[in-house]
């Protein structure tokens, strides 16, 4: 069976504790979320840091804090840090490049979100794949609109980033890209056609998690996405009680489609990660 790469996003910048207890805000609390879920079979921690009113932070401090936190108790899980835009100074982005995480999400070009336009000028865009390969960052190539690929080739083109990103889909945002399965057949062509060594992902968001995630799985896709990031929810009625609970219904998904959770020494080597 070929294994799968479960990964987690922890926090984001949106959802707070009013809307889910078990959000983590403060460093000890992200640091624990993450072991819980890496013991439920997350090998891979996206992570955005929040300063002690929620509000969304930058600070290379906390950044640091998380990262030491889970390379202590989390052997072998990949970190990857965002580099998102909401609520964040553009120039403050890429502050915490510096630490080197293992990975780091990157946004190639603009979008609409609910309230926002998330912008990603060229600019800023060339800046943090600068300081990735700089750093010897990893990138995770953000998706939100067909155009984001073609801007993802070219960075490879410029010698930004190497052949073989890590390319996520970003489905079910309002007044984005929506969750449609045509939509992400649609947008697997033109990775295969643009960046053929690409290994991908799919996310979907609020109520689009797990069906989301069960065309990636159906379409062989290389890694799978959940946590209180993406989806606060189990379902209709109930709240999430933890980013493990969230990690284990995704375990559960990745075996009903004859698949395995791979182990972080596979999620590395499947991310073109060393050991």
């Known amino acids: 069976m070929n294994p ?5 996003a922890i926090t984001g910048s949106v959802p707070r504790k009013k809307d889910n207890p078990a959000v983590p805000i403060l460093p000890s609390e992200q640091i624990e979320s993450t072991h819980q879920a890496f013991e439920a079979g997350a090998t891979l921690a996206h992570i955005h840091v929040r300063n002690d009113d929620e509000t969304p932070s930058s600070d290379p401090e906390r950044f640091a804090l998380v990262q030491e936190g889970i390379r202590i108790h989390c052997p072998g899980m990949i970190v990857q840090f965002s580099t998102g835009g909401r609520g964040r100074d553009p120039s403050a982005r890429g502050s915490s490049l510096y630490l080197k ?3 780091a999400s990157l946004s190639t070009g603009s979008v609409n979100f609910p309230t926002i336009v998330y912008e990603n000028s060229a600019a800023l865009v060339e800046t943090l794949a600068t300081g990735m390969k700089a750093n010897d960052v990893r990138p995770e190539i ?12 070219r960075l490879i083109e410029a010698g930004l980033m190497d052949a073989r990103p890590h390319v996520q889909f970003v489905m079910g945002v309002k007044n984005a890209m929506p969750a449609d399965e045509h939509v992400l057949d649609i947008l697997l062509a033109e990775l295969k056609r643009l960046i053929p060594k690409a290994t991908w992902t799919a996310a979907g968001i609020g109520r689009h998690q797990a069906e989301v995630m069960g065309w990636a799985l159906a379409r ?22 933890s980013n493990a609970e969230l990690v284990t219904v995704a375990c559960e998904a990745v075996a009903r489609h004859g698949r395995r959770v791979a182990t972080a020494a596979e999620a590395r080597s499947l991310l073109g990660l060393a050991g």
């Open 101 to 103: 995480p293992d990975m």
């Open 142 to 153: 953000e998706i939100f609109d067909l155009s984001h690929l073609h801007g993802a080739r």
């Open 220 to 241: 062989g896709a290389d890694a799978v996405r959940t946590g209180l990031e993406d989806n606060i929810r189990i379902d209709k009625t109930r709240l999430a009680a």
């Open 4 to 8: 799968v790469v479960v990964a987690v």
